[in-house]
C-alpha cells in the first residue's frame, strides 16, 4: 500500500514539476576563476558586486544591483569562496538572486503565488500512514505539530490525509494563503518557490521562513521517511549526507533572501 501510495504521490509531483517548475537552469562546464578579489560598492541607491575592476552581472547580462548591503556582501563571499573554478550550482545565494532580477520565465506575482498554491495538495506532511504503527507515531510527533503551527498562525485548516487521496484543500484556505503571499514583493516570492522546491512542502517553507524551525530541522522533517526506512535499509552515507547538506545550504540560501528583503520592506 505504501508502495502504491508513494508512486501515486511521484507521479503526481512529477506531472506538477513539468508543467510548473520555475528555477531549473543547467550549465556548461564550471568557468574558471578569473578575478583575484570581491568588493561591494554603492551605486545610485543600490549596492553593486565587483570582481576585481568588472561589475557582475547577471546570466541575462543585467547589472547586479540590489537594495540590500548584507545580501551583497554575501553575495560577493559566495564568489570570493570559489577556488580554481566558479561553481555556480553551490552558489545557491548568487542563483537566487539571479533568477529574482532575471525573471527568466517572465513569471508575474500571481503565476509564483499560484504556484506555491498548488503546491499545498501535495505537501510532504500532509500525506502521512497509518499501517506501519512507528512510522505514522514519528509523523504524528513530528508533523502534527507543524501543522497545527500552520493552521493558527494563517488561520487556515488544512488537514492530513492517511490514504492515496490528495488532501482537500479548501478556496478559503486557498484565498487566505494566496493573500498572505501577494502581500509580498514578487522577488520575496522567488525566495519562498526556493525553500518550497527545496523542501517539498509549503508548510515547513512557510515555518522555517517565519522562524518557526531552524534550517537542518526543516531539512530534516521534510527527509523524515528517508530517514526511517534507512534504518531498514541501509544508507549510502555520502549520498545521503551529500543530499541533506545540499537542501541545508539551498534552505538556508531561501531563509536569508527572504529575511533580509523583509528588513528591506518594513524598514
Known sequence: MNACRKLILLHWRN???NAQTLFTRSYAAPPKRFYKRTSV??????YEVTLDHRKLKTPSGKLFAIKSEPLAIAVATEFDHQKEYIER???HLSALCFTAIDNPYNQTKTDLVNYLIN???TDTVLFQYDNEKDLHELQCN??????KWFNERYETN???TMDITTPQISEEDKSKISKYLMSHEEDVLHGFVF????LKS???AFATIDQRLHVDKAVALARLEEEYQSKFWGRVEWSHDLNQQESQARLAAAVLFTYVRFVIDFD
Open 195 to 198: 525553500a518550497v522546491d527545496t
Open 89 to 91: 550550482a553551490k552558489m
Open 202 to 204: 509549503l508548510i515547513l
Open 15 to 17: 506531472n506538477l514539476n
Open 119 to 121: 503546491y499545498v495538495a
Open 41 to 46: 560598492l554603492f551605486n545610485d541607491g543600490k
Open 142 to 147: 513530528e508533523w502534527d505539530p507543524i501543522i
Open 158 to 160: 488544512l488537514k492530513k
